[in-house]
């Protein structure tokens, strides 16, 4: 199986098309989106409704649960809630009901999918977790990989079962261990943090025991322009540069 896994498209229609032509020339056999498709960006209604049409499975992430409940909301700060406010008024009654309803998290082969931290958290950063909390979860989680976004960065955790190894993650192919588990942070379709502007995500081979990260240019201007016209925050625009 191949899989394409996306997160944290972010109401970026411009940056989704141009992953799924990606995801369409690259031989995939599934794709699965691990939340954040709505939030900062300015087409939240269309993104929602494209993963709808395309049958893609998505997990919750915190703009879901953000919008979904009132306690969440006061969790972001007041730039996040003015996107979510504006978020709101953008996507349709039926959208909303749809992202309310979104699981936590999803299971795949040997493979689980959450959008903040496993076992199941929407709101946990990666990087707010210790090593050795990590090595607990290695422990427990059944499955060989584990995809998360949240963070915006690409990163891979592995796990030898006695020691725990972290790398930025890059454009290309890695092995990975047949006997490893790994934590897989997917990066940004919609608003990368990384210092690049590229939209990303990672397809996994589970014959080939390989982990590919794909980089996607898109019309970022056209993103920006549409952020700024809506009367978002600006500093969702500039940052996509």
Known sequence: MRLAVISDIHGNLEAFRQVLIDIDRSHIDQVLCLGDNIGYGPEPEAVVKLLRERHIPSVMGNHE???????IFHWFNSSAQASLLLTRQLISNDTLAFIANLPATH???DCLGVHGCPPDSVTRYL??????ELAV????????LT??????DLELICWDGLELTRQELSPGVVSIQQSYRYLVNVGSVGQPRDGNNNAKYVIYDDADNLLEVRYVSYDIATTADKIIQLGFPRYYATRLW
């Open 65 to 71: 649960l953000g919008i979904k409940d009132p306690a």
């Open 107 to 109: 299971r795949l082969g």
């Open 127 to 132: 990087f707010d977790v210790s090593v050795e």
């Open 137 to 144: 979860l290695f422990r427990d989680l059944p499955q060989r």
């Open 147 to 152: 995809f998360v976004g949240h963070t915006h």
